[in-house]
């Protein structure tokens, strides 16, 4: 099994001190965890749980940043959790992860979600892991190596974190791993959460445009619904793992 000494926790918060002091107080202990902080307001009593407070550097910002730490850290397994995120067990969430990351193939990993914009992502009481093409980013693990493969995203073109999700799960199929949500249980993200669609999707769709066109591709594909079932993804297998 993976050791917990090979996983880092990062919690990103804006603006969400409360819940992501009392989330991260739930990690100690069992996984190296870290606060980072992107613009929020905090108070002098708050500010020892945070371990990096920048400025607005938003949702990619905040990613650049973990691709850094992680590398400078060597943890193996990278888990992104945005504080809005609610976990009803830490212990079973922590375990799932370590388990996941014991079968070779899987590179990137998420549990199933109460609501998604994706309806691969939303739990389906089937008690499995299932491939998919990509993960939603409120909620994932990885190893750091593939996010090393997509960092550092251009901030300039798309700060706010749409797309990147999908494009980290090229990255995963490149280097010869998959992409897997756990439908043995959730976790709640919710709805409405997030920065402002119309100038996120802006922002995403700038971004893709200046990406390799095989990503841009993958994204075009991955992103249709056809492709998110399990013929969809045994397709993109074919096209573009390794």
């Known amino acids: 099994m993976i050791s917990k000494e090979n996983i880092a926790i990062i919690i990103f918060n804006h603006e969400l001190n409360e819940k992501a002091i009392q989330l991260k107080q739930r990690f100690i202990g069992n996984v190296d965890v870290f606060l980072f902080d992107s613009g929020s307001q905090i108070s002098n009593l708050e500010r020892q749980y945070f371990d990096k407070a920048f400025e607005n550097i938003y949702y990619n910002g905040l990613l650049n940043a973990t691709n850094e730490f992680l590398k400078k850290q060597g943890y ?24 996941a ?112 066109k095989p990503q841009q591709w993958f994204y075009k594909i991955a992103t249709k619904s056809i492709f998110k079932n399990t013929f969809g993804v045994f397709v993109l297998n074919l096209i573009f793992r390794k």
Not at 79 to 84: C, G, P, R
Not at 116 to 144: D, L, P, W
Request: net charge negative.
């Open 76 to 99: 193996e397994i990278g888990v992104i959790i945005t504080s809005d995120v609610e976990i009803s067990n830490i212990g079973i969430f922590l375990d799932k992860i370590r388990r």
């Open 101 to 212: 990351f014991e079968k070779e193939e899987i590179g990137v990993y998420a549990p199933s979600a109460e609501y998604s914009f994706h309806h691969h992502m939303i739990y389906n009481k089937s008690n499995s892991v299932q491939q998919v093409s990509f993960t939603e980013g409120f909620c994932f693990a990885f190893r750091s190596n593939i996010l090393n493969e997509m960092c550092p995203v251009d901030i300039k073109l798309n700060k706010f974190g749409y797309g990147t999700d999908v494009i980290l799960g090229y990255h995963a199929l490149d280097q010869g791993f998959i992409s897997a949500v756990d439908h043995s249980y959730y976790v709640n993200h919710p709805y409405g959460s997030g920065y402002d669609k119309q100038a996120a999707i802006k922002a995403k769709h700038n971004w893709l445009a200046s990406l390799p």
